[in-house]
């Protein structure tokens, strides 16, 4: 069934949802992950790799929203168009099953970040993190069952809220940035001693400093670059979301525009809580970090409360980021059920047009991994 004219989004509420699914937990992981594996030179080539192939990707999606109109399932109908029903099959059951696990992850995030304040959720895998995991994950399906629009609206609020932490986070670090410390992290290894005045260091501890060294050793920039491929595409997942509820747009062309000016915003956001971080700490110290490194870059410029207030910020950022693959899970079991190449008991829907045997079978399977992660003692790597 074709959604009403008034159960129709906006080209702000498409957008919310790209940027919604694409910022999720990673962003919070960069200044670490960057630290361990580059310097600020290495990143910068690495961004431009990995934005310029995205960006390829979103006018791919914008172009193909222009040119099949009609193709209005998500990503996976573009598969079974061009080459059949089990190329359709094996991309849709593969975003499905991804986008579950992918929420899995989220709910082990969120324990694990509380278990840093809160013991009892030890690394998100014990038995009180899994309750309440199991709390939220139903009471997100009860309100996801009320209405595709209302759960969207949700997710714009829920948007706003997550990038503000980070603006912030952004902001601070603008301020607080140094060019040598940049310098000095920028080839990826360097002597302390060969650049400017590093007198700003020993105020933050690093005594001594003109004998240490940052950075690889003789790790080339090649390597260096090639260690950050993993993240950077990791972190433009959910670029597809505006084109997976296509079906939803009150005009088919806001699919291409939300797809791009959602990509464009993340990009510049990724780029910035990157290499700002370079210019406050030293290499060493960023790939020390434990995660969310975020919070531990923040707390070393404006003191504990830093890292509490990132630590909010993820939580909200990965409780939107589950909403947004929620929606997304259960609109992909949907729509391949529309097209008969999944069993058409998923394409029942309820009274407000929600596609509800394709929600509660995705929370099923939520639910069933949710109570596995308890016999494993690497939660969040499982998932």
Not at 32 to 49: D, E, H, K, Q, S
Not at 155 to 174: E, M, R, W
Not at 223 to 239: A, E, W, Y
Not at 271 to 290: C, E, F, K, Q
């Amino acid at each position: 069934m074709a959604a009403s004219s008034n159960k129709k989004l906006s080209l702000w509420s498409l957008t919310s949802l790209v940027v919604g699914s694409m910022i999720g937990a990673g962003i919070f992981s960069l200044p670490a992950t960057f630290g361990r594996a580059t310097g600020g030179f290495g990143a910068i080539i690495a961004w431009i790799i990995a934005g310029g192939g995205m960006l390829t990707l979103a006018f791919v999606f914008q172009t193909l929203a222009q040119r099949k109109p009609d193709l209005d399932s998500g990503v996976y109908i573009y598969a079974k168009t061009g080459f059949g029903d089990y190329a359709g099959f094996a991309s849709a059951i593969g975003f499905w099953s991804g986008a579950c696990i992918g929420s899995v992850s989220y709910f082990v995030l969120i324990k694990s970040t509380l278990g840093a304040f809160f013991p009892l959720f030890g690394d998100g895998n014990t038995l009180s993190a899994v309750l309440i995991a199991s709390l939220i994950l139903w009471s997100f399906h009860f309100m996801v069952l009320r209405g595709i629009k209302e759960a969207a609206a949700i997710n714009t609020i829920a948007t706003f809220a997550k990038v503000i932490p980070i603006f912030i986070f952004v902001i601070v670090l603008a301020f607080a940035f140094h060019t040598d410390t940049f310098a000095l992290n920028f080839w990826g290894a360097q002597p302390l001693g060969a650049i400017g005045d590093l007198s700003h260091l020993d105020d933050y501890g690093y005594t001594g400093h003109a004998a240490l060294e940052i950075g690889a050793g003789s790790e080339s920039l090649f390597s260096q670059v090639r260690s950050t491929m993993l993240v950077t595409v990791f972190v433009f997942v959910g670029i597809e979301g505006a084109s997976v509820y296509s079906r939803y747009a009150k005009e088919r062309k806001h699919v291409g525009i939300a797809t791009v000016l959602g990509f464009i915003g993340v990009l510049c956001l990724l780029v910035l809580v990157t290499m700002l971080s370079y210019g406050v700490l030293l290499r060493p110290d960023l790939a020390a970090l434990r995660q969310p490194s975020m919070a531990g870059v923040l707390e070393h410029i404006v003191g504990r409360w830093g890292a509490i207030f990132i630590s909010i910020g993820l939580i909200i950022s990965v409780m939107g980021a589950y909403l947004s693959w929620t929606l997304l899970a259960a609109e992909a079991l949907y729509s391949a059920a529309k097209s008969n190449i999944m069993p058409r008991v998923f394409t029942t829907e309820n009274k407000r047009g929600v596609p509800s045997a394709a929600v509660w079978m995705s929370n099923i399977f939520i639910q069933l991994f949710l109570i596995v992660t308890l016999f494993t003692e690497y939660a969040f790597q499982l998932a």
